[in-house]
């Protein structure tokens, strides 16, 4: 479908009469996309009275189906062109004064239906937060301003001092005024402003004032920086683009501690001097205080976006954004979305982290959304990772961005060393324990030399299995093909994907006994063998269950800092971005974890994480190692991430991945259907197989259907999964197939369908 436009009447067509073309001249339709899993676009007539109100952008309310149910959805264009002989609905309400996104943002949306086969109405839902739609933070004022009969002839009235200085201020200003304003700059009460107004010389209006400015802390001294040879050539390369005008893509691949932050930083600085706004994302906000810290000490105006943000909170930020008075705006996946009116530069900080794919419709990545929105606003875009992700290391390989090495750390600081520990028969493992006898030692060693420990076990709770002693039966949820993991603190057993909560079971589901025991370590379990183990120690316990209050994260993390905690241990939010000189030690409980998954992408996943995780230590003089706790010694993602190499491991992974036809070397979409009742979802996957076949044999495209088959957690949330997966070269022939089926593929009323391209996960 082509992209809506705005027709002049210029562009009517010639075959028309006089008579026609000015009838047709003085019509005007909308076209308008909902919120719904459909590719079409909609058009409507705009009634005389909505005219000066509707356009690109604005929200609308209009009658949709057979039953003229009243819908909200979305302007994203206008024409004076409509189809002969139709009879079109007309819209009722505008419901917004201003557009809520420009037309660059337009065009990215439509674009992201696109790729990612989802309605257009869809993405803009959701690309708008909720604040900025329902305008949060906002309040109704009373504001006042001169009728118009009063200009100019109020000087030759006869009216009280007062009064003749409220009608005196109101003349010189450009503005209504709100009542205090308006009693403080005449110096008098509210009684000779209410008289005015009922002798009808003023007007009152109710409007909505916008949201409080959100306060912006003042930045702190920072000391100067000198850049070393690998930095100042890979700023030098972004400043290029930067000054000419054009779109580059850059991965900056620097080992964790080169100095990738302050690449940025300066980049960014430059883009500021122009007047230019950047945009960077990071993988949570939550989780990396000091790199806000960072910013926010360099740049006066910074804008931090986040899941915390109340709905005011983000509605003043945005508003802020879109009036250019932001400089940076630093935030998760959604802020590539701010509305900046000058952008000039984006940067992807971690650019692996799985955070940045969007697990619910729209399901975007954010690095391909950048990529696009750079590229249509002709900017760089600067991909930042000691680990980057295969698709992004292959379209360097294949000269499609350009690559920015920083091999060493700032001051010529060496890689710590990684240990290997194969606890495959240590005693204290085989005894139920977390901490093999090595790391128990190196921590010994660590804390006596007033160092600090990072303690890395990717599994919160206390156990992630209970097994009955009697007939083996593992404790699973009732709604999903999963094991429920004991919380010994909460005393209850959580499923991790649907939330099902519920108390120990005093016997077994299975055969009825009694005698349940809990199997594995969770970060809760860990926790109490740190402090049975070193009891004089102080440590603390990072991940969701603890660091749910609000500005928890960096409690926590000022307080290691500051070396109130000595060890610090949890989840992968521990794993990314941190900083610590006194570090010393970091040890990995379990490298196992990832490497269990039945996924794609379980090897890079374990060496990305291994790779961050080590690069928490030896950043400062003191040096630091890691001990790596596993049962798969020989594995190559943990052989390559002890020696920290990143080249080995990708050209190794690239050449299976190439054999097996898989991404990054393919573009797949993922379709999973679900149903109370399986034979319902796998009957309906196995339709929808079919038909994907046929059409792509029909139309020539080299699309590959694999499945359908169960999921890997074949129940989730009470629904059971089928998936399928197309792969092709490219996604225009995944589309084009898809469109094909789309419209006549009608669902079974109790399946449910997700399209998922580019996903990340196979579970």
């Not at 070396?563 to 030690?585: C, E, H, S, Y």
């Not at 169960?710 to 070269?729: M, N, T």
């Amino acid at each position: 479908m082509q992209q809506p436009s705005l027709f002049s009447p210029a562009e009517l067509p010639d075959n028309l009469t006089p008579w026609e073309q000015a009838d047709a001249a003085d019509r005007l339709f909308a076209e308008v996309v909902f919120n719904r899993p459909l590719p079409a676009v909609f058009l409507y007539q705009v009634p005389p009275d909505l005219r000066d109100r509707v356009g690109p952008g604005r929200r609308i309310e209009a009658p949709f189906g057979a039953g003229n149910e009243r819908l909200i959805g979305y302007c994203v264009g206008l024409t004076r062109s409509a189809p002969p002989g139709r009879s079109l609905k007309a819209l009722t309400a505008v419901l917004d004064t201003r557009p809520l996104v420009d037309e660059h943002l337009l065009q990215l949306t439509r674009w992201i239906a696109d790729r990612y086969l989802c309605g257009w109405g869809q993405v803009l839902e959701a690309v708008i937060p909720a604040g900025v739609k329902s305008r949060a933070g906002t309040r109704n004022v009373v504001r006042f301003h001169l009728a118009d009969h009063a200009r100019g002839s109020w000087p030759e009235w006869r009216l009280p001092p007062k009064q003749r200085a409220v009608l005196a201020v109101l003349a010189g200003s450009t503005e209504p005024m709100a009542i205090d304003q308006l009693s403080q700059a005449a110096n008098c009460g509210v009684g000779p402003i209410h008289a005015l107004r009922d002798r009808g010389l003023i007007i009152a209006e109710r409007v909505r004032a916008a949201p409080r400015q959100v306060p912006e802390p003042p930045p702190e001294p920072v000391p100067a920086i000198t850049l070393n040879a690998e930095q100042q050539r890979a700023l030098t390369a972004i400043l290029n683009a930067v000054r000419s005008s054009r779109h580059a893509t850059f991965l900056l691949h620097g080992v964790t501690g080169s100095g990738k932050t302050e690449v940025y930083i300066r980049a960014i600085e430059e883009v500021v001097s122009y007047g230019r706004q950047a945009i960077v994302l990071v993988p949570e906000i939550s989780l990396t205080p000091q790199t806000i810290r960072r910013f926010r000490r360099r740049f006066s105006a910074v804008a931090v976006l986040h899941s915390h943000m109340t709905d005011a909170e983000r509605h003043a930020h945005w508003q802020q954004i879109a009036e250019g008075r932001v400089q940076v705006v630093v935030g998760a996946r959604s802020a590539v979305f701010a509305p900046t009116p000058h952008l000039g530069l984006i940067v992807i900080d971690e650019e692996h982290e799985t955070s940045f794919k969007q697990e619910s419709t729209p399901r975007y990545h954010a690095r391909e959304v950048a990529r696009r929105r750079a590229e249509m606003e002709r900017i760089p875009l600067v991909l930042g990772s000691a680990t980057p992700t295969l698709e992004s290391w292959l379209r360097v390989q294949r000269r499609q961005d350009g690559l920015l090495s920083l091999r060493h750390r700032v001051a010529e600081l060496p890689l710590p060393p990684v240990v290997i520990v194969d606890v495959r028969h240590d005693p204290q493992l085989e005894s139920g324990r977390a901490i093999g006898r090595a790391l128990q030692s190196a921590m010994q060693q660590a804390l006596r030399n007033d160092g600090q420990v990072i303690l890395f076990l990717n599994l919160r709770g206390y156990a992630p299995v209970l097994l009955c002693r009697s007939c083996g039966h593992a404790v699973r949820c009732p709604d999903c093909d999963l094991t429920l993991t004991w919380h010994k603190q909460r005393g209850k057993a959580l499923c991790h994907t649907c939330g099902h909560e519920a108390d120990l079971p005093q016997w077994c589901p299975k055969c009825h006994r009694p005698g349940l025991r809990s199997l594995g370590w969770g970060t809760e379990r860990l926790e109490q063998e740190v402090r049975r183990l070193f009891p004089q120690v102080s440590a603390l316990r990072m991940d969701s269950d603890t660091m749910q209050a609000r500005g928890s994260h960096a409690q926590a993390l000022e307080a290691f800092r500051r070396g109130d905690v000595r060890i610090l241990l949890g989840t992968q939010m521990i794993a990314k971005g941190l900083d610590f000189p006194n570090v010393t030690l970091v040890g990995v409980v379990d490298a196992d974890t990832a490497l269990r998954q039945p996924d794609l992408r379980a090897r890079e996943r374990t060496f990305q994480l291994l790779a961050q995780v080590a690069g928490r230590t030896g950043r400062s003089r003191r040096g630091g190692r890691v001990l790596v706790q596993t049962t798969c010694p020989d594995d190559p993602a943990i052989r390559y991430a002890s020696r920290h190499d990143y080249l080995g491991f990708a050209a190794d992974e690239l050449r299976q991945r190439q054999t097996l036809r898989a991404p990054p070397f393919q573009t797949a979409a993922r379709v999973i259907l679900r149903s109370p009742r399986e034979a319902d979802a796998a009957r309906e996957a196995n339709r929808l197989a079919e038909l994907l076949r046929t059409s792509a044999a029909t139309q020539r495209q080299t699309v590959r259907v694999l499945g359908p088959a169960p999921c890997p957690v074949a129940r989730s949330h009470g629904q059971f999964r089928y998936h399928l997966q197309l792969l092709a070269d490219e996604i225009e022939a995944i589309r084009t197939v898809w469109l094909s089926v789309q419209p006549r593929f009608t669902l079974h009323k109790d399946v449910d369908m997700v399209v998922d391209v580019d996903p990340l996960s196979s579970r």
